[in-house]
Structure formats: structure tokens, C-alpha cells
T-cell receptor, first 111, second 113 residues
Framework: EDQVTQSPEALRLQEGESSSLNCSYTVSGLRGLFWYRQDPGKGPEFLFTLYSAGEEKEKERLKATLTKKESFLHITAPKPEDSATYLCAVQSRGGYQKVTFGIGTKLQVIP | EAQVTQNPRYLITVTGKKLTVTCSQNMNHEYMSWYRQDPGLGLRQIYYSMNVEVTDKGDVPEGYKVSRKEKRNFPLILESPSPNQTSLYFC????????????FGDGTRLSIL
């Protein structure tokens, strides 16, 4: 059974204080790992897809990296508008149309 | 603009009173899915649909029904709601490949008393 564990559950940062969120996963053949951002009262919004170990993707202050066991979402010099819950999800290579989500990391960036 | 629209956004109702949550997408996608999100449990898939008239169970289908008569619509039906179905529900759609990201609606918060 595919599993996704995210840590920490919550993170409080000062504006400009860089940090990383962790997503550990076990999957029977990774087809893709997704990062989403979820704001209160909204649905998850897609950020990145990573497909293979060593891959990296960037968008503004966010950078996602992938190894064979985990993914990191690095946040450089965060701003208050980066406050949100960040979700990690995996899609396995099995034929089943299932994406397994982690519980998320709730990030608060304080001015 | 690509949109997934859910209605209602909020609903408080009572045990046993049938309800339907509608979902509509304007991306002409074949794949649609329903999730529920609960504290400490994350997003769990209820049902998904690969195309019109093709639906299948996800991880937590008990107590739910779906139908897919048109490509753009994928309603979630609770025939006899119970308090343990109080949750935040999301509809999602994605493109034809499994490794494409999903686009989510803004959610429906259901409270079953």
C-alpha cells in the first residue's frame, strides 16, 4: 500500500527565514510525485510534478526536489503570502487510478 | 478559465435526508474524482470516473453513490447521510494521463446532524 508522510505537521517562520518541508513516501513504482498548495476555504492548487530521483523544479520562492524515498519543498525567503497548507501526493505505476495524499504541512509566515 | 465548480459550498442537514453535491468542469476532461478531507486523515478518494458511464470505487466509497451521464458533470449522492459523513468534499478533474496534476473545486463543507 502506498504511503505518504509529511513533516513537520506545522511550521512557523519569520518572513525571510528559509526552511524545508519533507515528504517521505513508499510506493510500488513511482509514476509521479505532486506538490499542492491549499489555502483555507479553497481546493488544493497544483505546484509541481516530479518524476524521477534527482529531478528539481522551481517556482518563485519554492523549489521541489526528489530522491528515491523523499521529496523536499524548499522555501527561500518566505513572505506572509506563502502561508498555506502544502500537500504532497504520489501516483504509483500500478494500473489503479489512485493518488495517495499526505496530511500536509501547515506553514505560517509571520511578518 | 479552467474551472471545477461545486455546489453547494456549505450544507447543514439531518441524518437520513438524501442530498446531492454537484460538480461541473469546463476542461472537457474524461477523468473526474471525488475526495473527502478530514483532519488527521488527509484527502481520501471516494469514487472516480474514467469517462461517461464509467465509474469505480476509491478508498472510502461506503455510503456514497455517483453518476456520470455527461462528461462535464459528476454528482456525488448521499442517499441516507449519517453524521460520520460530516466532512469537507472536493471534486477534481485531470487530463488523460495518470501523471498529470488534478484540478480541484473549492470544496463543499457538509455537516450531518
Amino acid at each position: 500500500e502506498d504511503q505518504v508522510t509529511q513533516s513537520p505537521e506545522a511550521l512557523r517562520l519569520q518572513e525571510g527565514e528559509s526552511s524545508s518541508l519533507n515528504c517521505s513516501y513508499t510506493v510500488s513504482g513511482l509514476r509521479g510525485l505532486f506538490w499542492y498548495r491549499q489555502d483555507p476555504g479553497k481546493g488544493p492548487e497544483f505546484l509541481f510534478t516530479l518524476y524521477s530521483a534527482g529531478e528539481e523544479k522551481e517556482k518563485e520562492r519554492l523549489k521541489a526536489t526528489l530522491t528515491k524515498k523523499e521529496s523536499f519543498l524548499h522555501i527561500t525567503a518566505p513572505k506572509p503570502e506563502d502561508s498555506a497548507t502544502y500537500l504532497c501526493a504520489v501516483q504509483s505505476r500500478g494500473g489503479y487510478q489512485k493518488v495517495t495524499f499526505g496530511i500536509g504541512t501547515k506553514l505560517q509566515v509571520i511578518p | 478559465e479552467a474551472q471545477v465548480t461545486q455546489n453547494p459550498r456549505y450544507l447543514i442537514t439531518v441524518t437520513g435526508k438524501k442530498l446531492t453535491v454537484t460538480c461541473s468542469q469546463n476542461m472537457n476532461h474524461e477523468y473526474m474524482s471525488w475526495y473527502r478531507q478530514d483532519p488527521g486523515l488527509g484527502l481520501r478518494q471516494i469514487y472516480y470516473s474514467m469517462n461517461v458511464e464509467v465509474t469505480d470505487k476509491g478508498d472510502v466509497p461506503e455510503g456514497y453513490k455517483v453518476s456520470r451521464k455527461e462528461k462535464r458533470n459528476f454528482p456525488l449522492i448521499l442517499e441516507s447521510p449519517s453524521p460520520n459523513q460530516t466532512s469537507l468534499y472536493f471534486c477534481a478533474t485531470r487530463g488523460p494521463s495518470m501523471d498529470q496534476p488534478q484540478h480541484f473545486g473549492d470544496g463543499t463543507r457538509l455537516s450531518i446532524l
